[in-house]
């Protein structure tokens, strides 16, 4: 099967997944995803299924991108927090669906490489750096949408500190070895924090610090 009915076939799947969304689809059709993924992997770029990364990391599955991006309710005009860049393939999505894209990762590698890929599709709307993304990006506050696509325990009280009013951060929360939820927590326009819990999912872990 060519990669475009390959890629025809997910986007059906997706659909028939409860993904309605037809900017999330439409940014799933276009971002090609077989440049995220290490080559030997090419091929099964657009099976609904997670991919090894480096690293020890994994790009998400589709659906779970769609999932989390149509969860994100986004606009044009928003500035959206992504915690843990990994290849860059959620970080592309978004930017076709926001203003702009802060996107931070731990690992040097992963980010060199992201930002390779961002270069290479002309993406000029994310911008991305190393670092410990639990902390956050403080001098970008307050953001509109906060995303994170690492599992945590608990919400670090900096990211939620970030959000601005309005807003909604999504985030897996749970053990990372066992299944985590993804819980979406929105504030008001008062400043308070109310939250709902969306999809199963297992993701890697949120591991503090910085790493070559
Ligand atoms: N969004 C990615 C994509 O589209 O390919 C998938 C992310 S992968 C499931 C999780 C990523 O979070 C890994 O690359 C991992 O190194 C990163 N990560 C884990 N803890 C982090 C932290 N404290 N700060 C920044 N990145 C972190």
């Given at each position: 099967?060519?990669?475009?009915?390959?890629?025809?076939?997910?986007?059906?799947?997706?659909?028939?997944?409860?993904?309605?969304?037809?900017?999330?689809?439409?940014?799933?059709?276009?971002?090609?995803r077989?440049?995220f993924v290490a080559?030997?992997f090419?091929?099964q770029a657009?099976e609904n299924i997670a991919l090894p990364i480096?690293?020890g990391q994994t790009i998400s599955q589709p659906y779970v991108v769609?999932f989390m991006?149509?969860?994100?309710?986004?606009?044009?005009?928003?500035?959206?927090?992504?915690?843990?860049?990994g290849s860059?393939y959620q970080?592309?999505?978004?930017?076709?669906?926001?203003?702009?894209?802060?996107?931070?990762?731990?690992?040097?590698?992963?980010?060199?490489?992201?930002?390779?890929?961002?270069?290479?599709?002309?993406?000029?709307?994310?911008?991305?750096?190393?670092?410990?993304?639990?902390?956050?990006?403080?001098?970008?506050?307050?953001?509109?949408?906060?995303?994170?696509t690492a599992a945590?325990?608990?919400?670090?009280?900096?990211?939620?500190?970030?959000?601005?009013?309005?807003?909604?951060?999504?985030?897996p929360?749970?053990?990372?070895?066992?299944?985590?939820?993804?819980?979406?927590?929105?504030?008001?326009?008062?400043?308070?924090?109310?939250?709902?819990?969306?999809?199963?999912v297992r993701f890697v872990?949120?591991?503090?610090?910085?790493?070559?």
């Amino acid at each position: 099967m060519s990669e475009n009915a390959q890629k025809i076939r997910l986007i059906m799947d997706l659909r028939r997944q409860g993904i309605n969304d037809t900017d999330v689809l439409s940014a799933i059709e276009r971002v090609p995803r077989e440049q995220f993924v290490a080559p030997a992997f090419r091929d099964q770029a657009y099976e609904n299924i997670a991919l090894p990364i480096s690293q020890g990391q994994t790009i998400s599955q589709p659906y779970v991108v769609a999932f989390m991006t149509q969860a994100l309710k986004l606009d044009k005009r928003m500035k959206v927090l992504e915690i843990g860049t990994g290849s860059g393939y959620q970080a592309a999505i978004l930017a076709r669906l926001c203003r702009r894209v802060y996107t931070i990762e731990r690992y040097r590698s992963l980010h060199r490489e992201a930002v390779e890929r961002f270069q290479a599709l002309r993406i000029t709307n994310i911008v991305a750096k190393v670092g410990d993304g639990s902390k956050g990006w403080p001098e970008q506050a307050p953001l509109d949408r906060i995303i994170l696509t690492a599992a945590t325990e608990t919400i670090p009280d900096a990211l939620l500190d970030q959000l601005g009013e309005g807003g909604i951060l999504l985030a897996p929360v749970g053990q990372s070895q066992k299944q985590q939820e993804i819980v979406r927590i929105s504030r008001d326009d008062d400043g308070r924090f109310s939250e709902e819990f969306l999809l199963p999912v297992r993701f890697v872990p949120l591991v503090g610090g910085v790493a070559q």
